[in-house]
């Protein structure tokens, strides 16, 4: 198996434009997580899909963040419009269900780094 | 242990010594924890997890060890290897089965 795969991996945009990146979960898993990385702030849950349906959005920093997952084996995550303050390491990852136990463990994609300018 | 602010906490050691990493966690309701591993310009990788009816389990060269007392975890490395180098988090997992991260500590191996 690839593993959870992110694009791109790295990305450098201006402040005021549209971000997507893009996941691909391990397939089979039916949870997908987004979570943001800073030396600030460490790691963050933004959002989580279960069966493709968004179950807790409340880390989402503000409107700008959206996030869909249209089918099992596909996620993006949106900032419109890009402030620089939203740089940071972004992380996707997948697991077979919500629920505790070793089979639900988070395999995490080597992430998108953004700078935005 | 964990920390407060923009540095991480860094354990440096010798090639071949063993390693304690220590994490204080929030929730006395937390029934399940993990320990991951980020090297560099990597995402987490799952290491070793163990649930909260338990206070020690072992995998190659790594032990985690939980007490719940004083909520505490740790996870020693038996004879560190420079590919052990990397940040250590452990997350805490309650009734919501989501994980809350730490914010990490920097391994450093010296060979």
């Known amino acids: 198996d690839a593993g959870v795969i992110q694009s791109p991996r790295h990305e450098v945009t201006e402040m005021g434009q549209e971000v997507t990146l893009r996941c691909k979960p391990i397939?089979?898993?039916?949870?997908l997580f987004w979570y943001r990385q800073t030396m600030m702030r460490g790691l963050e849950l933004l959002i989580y899909?279960?069966?493709?349906?968004?179950?807790?959005d409340s880390g989402m920093p503000e409107d700008r963040f959206s996030a869909k997952m249209p089918n099992a084996s596909f996620s993006t995550l949106k900032i419109q419009p890009s402030e620089p303050r939203d740089s940071a390491v972004y992380f996707c990852?997948?697991?077979?269900?919500?629920?505790?136990?070793?089979?639900?463990?988070?395999?995490f994609g080597p992430g998108t780094r953004l700078t935005v300018l | 242990g964990e920390s407060v602010g923009l540095h991480l906490p860094t354990l440096s050691v010798q090639e071949g010594d063993n390693s304690i990493i220590n994490c204080a966690y929030s929730?006395?309701?937390?029934?399940?924890f993990i320990w991951y591993k980020q090297e560099s310009g990597k995402g987490p990788q799952f290491i070793i997890d163990i649930r909260s009816n338990m206070d020690k389990r072992q995998g190659q060269r790594v032990t985690v060890l939980l007490n719940k007392t004083v909520k505490h975890l740790s996870l020693q490395i038996a004879a560190t290897q420079p590919g052990d180098s990397a940040v250590y988090f452990c997350?805490?997992?309650?009734?919501?089965?989501?994980?809350?991260f730490g914010r990490g500590t920097s391994l450093i191996v010296h060979p």
């Open positions: 899909f279960n069966n493709n349906v968004p179950i807790d």
């Open positions: 990852a997948s697991s077979l269900s919500p629920g505790g136990g070793a089979v639900n463990t988070q395999y």
């Open positions: 929730n006395s309701a937390s029934d399940y």
């Open positions: 997350a805490e997992l309650g009734g919501s089965y989501i994980p809350t």
């Open positions: 397939s089979g898993h039916n949870s």
